[in-house]
């Protein structure tokens, strides 16, 4: 099992940047998909953007496309979340996931949420208007 947290959250204009980050202890993560979901307030946790295990493959969301990227260091053991021009309906609490994958392709994006096994706490997201 991997220990995930994420930071990086807060308050924020509309317009404006943050940079989450998921920092990974217990395994290496370099082992694992990862992936970003958010949970706005009485709505589902959904996918925001995932990354290979090299990370040279990833996948953004159609509301978040353009403006978030995913990155990953596997050396510093960390995943980001890239936030550009946010809109007050990115608020939502952020999650990090993970999925081992020790024998998978190091290419693979995993999209579906019920694959993910490891997350974090959350990181809240508030962007005004």
């Known amino acids: 099992q991997v220990n995930l947290v994420e930071s990086g959250g807060g308050l924020v204009q509309a317009g404006g940047s943050l940079r989450l980050s998921c920092a990974a202890s217990g395994r290496t993560l370099g082992m694992y998909a990862m992936g970003w979901f958010r949970q706005a307030p009485g709505k589902e946790r959904d996918l925001v953007a995932a990354?290979?295990?090299?990370?040279?493959?990833?996948y953004h969301a159609d509301p978040v496309k353009g403006r978030f990227t995913i990155s990953r260091d596997n050396v510093k053991n960390t995943v980001y979340l890239q936030m550009n021009s946010l809109r007050p309906e990115d608020t939502a609490v952020y999650y990090c996931?993970?999925?081992?994958?020790?024998?998978?392709?190091?290419?693979?994006?995993?999209?579906?949420?019920?694959?993910?096994?490891?997350w974090g706490q959350g990181t809240q997201v508030t962007v005004s208007s």
């Open positions: 990354i290979s295990k090299s990370g040279g493959d990833s």
């Open positions: 996931a993970a999925r081992l994958s020790v024998f998978g392709s190091s290419r693979a994006v995993v999209t579906a949420k019920d694959e993910y096994s490891d």
